[in-house]
Structures are given as C-alpha cells and as structure tokens.
C-alpha cells in the first residue's frame, strides 16, 4: 500500500510516493485515514477561537518606560505601578483614567505589571501620591538625564493656546 501525491508538471499529470504503507499495522492505517480525513483528535478542520489577554502592548511599552527611568524613578510600590499603568494606557490608547480601568480587564496587566484588580478609586489615589512625589520624580529623571547625556538638558516650551488674530480684514480677527 502506497501514499501518492498526484501533481501537474507542465500539461502532463505525474504522482510523486510520498510513504510505502505495507508493512504498518491496521490500527496506524487507520489513525492515518482518520488524520487526513478530520476525524483524529476531534479536530474538524477549523480551529477553536483562541480568547485571551492582551499582552503585546504592555510587553512593548514597559521596556521603554524602563529605559527613559520611569520605573527606577517612580519605585516599585502599588501606587508607582498603577501611574505607570497609567501612563502606558495613555501612550497606547489616549484614553482617560475609567478607559485605563476598561482597558486593563482586556489587556495583561496582572502578567506584565504585577496588578490584579485595578478600579478609578485606586487610580485616583495613585494620582494624589504621584502629585506628592512630583518634584522629586521630576529630579530624578533630570539628574538620570544629565548623567546619560553629559548634561543638563535644555527645552523650549511655548504655550499658544491664549494666541489671537488681529487685523480689519481677517474673518479670525473678530474671535481675537
């Protein structure tokens, strides 16, 4: 008994043995056929839908924070955590703090960061701590900076959201 394979080469049909079966047992024979026929194992021909967390994101995201000093500067206590959380759900999605609660029920929080239940009263505590701790996060990220570069760093930041137009003949102007 012979496994073939038959196949086109050019116009003309040719087979190709693929196993010589004669001297298996019936019962392999038999768990062969039912392999190539969907019966083994249950299986029908489509897989199960696969549900799960989402971890990618956060797998992705963390280092990052890590390698800006986020994680040695924040700590490692559950406050620390969740404003990392936080602040990784605002990166990925730019959502608000009840859409960082949402999305860490969908996403592997509990794998990547160590939370197991995270709600708005957490995340608001979270916040109040962090405000606590801002001057001092805020030194250490500029000491951790100017080790890394040699030193201090410099930024420009302008805020034109008070901006107005002025002029007689510009349709802005009457907003200015």
């Known amino acids: 008994m012979l496994l073939r394979e038959s ?4 116009g003309k049909v040719r087979t190709r043995t693929l196993a010589h079966l004669t ?10 056929r039912r392999a190539l026929t969907g019966e083994c194992d249950g299986f ?16 992705a995201l ?5 390698r800006l000093g986020l994680l040695p500067g924040l700590g490692s206590e559950r406050w620390a955590t969740l404003v990392l959380l936080l602040i990784l759900a605002r990166v990925a999605t730019q959502g608000s703090r009840l859409a960082a609660v949402r999305g860490a029920t969908q996403h592997a929080v509990a794998e990547t960061l160590g939370l197991t239940h995270v709600d ?16 001092d996060l805020e030194d250490a990220l500029s000491h951790r900076t100017a080790r890394q ?3 201090t760093p410099t930024g420009v930041l302008s805020d034109v959201t008070s901006s107005d137009l002025e002029g007689e003949h510009h349709a802005l102007a009457a907003l200015g």
């Open 44 to 59: 029908t021909g489509a897989p199960p839908p696969v549900w799960g967390p989402i971890f990618a994101v956060l797998l």
């Open 23 to 32: 001297s298996w047992a019936p019962e392999r024979i038999d768990a062969l």
């Open 62 to 66: 963390k280092p990052l924070a890590e």
């Open 120 to 135: 708005e009263d957490d995340l608001d505590e979270a916040l109040e701590r962090l405000a606590e701790a801002q001057e």
């Open 149 to 151: 570069r040699g030193g």
């Open 7 to 10: 196949f086109r080469d050019g």
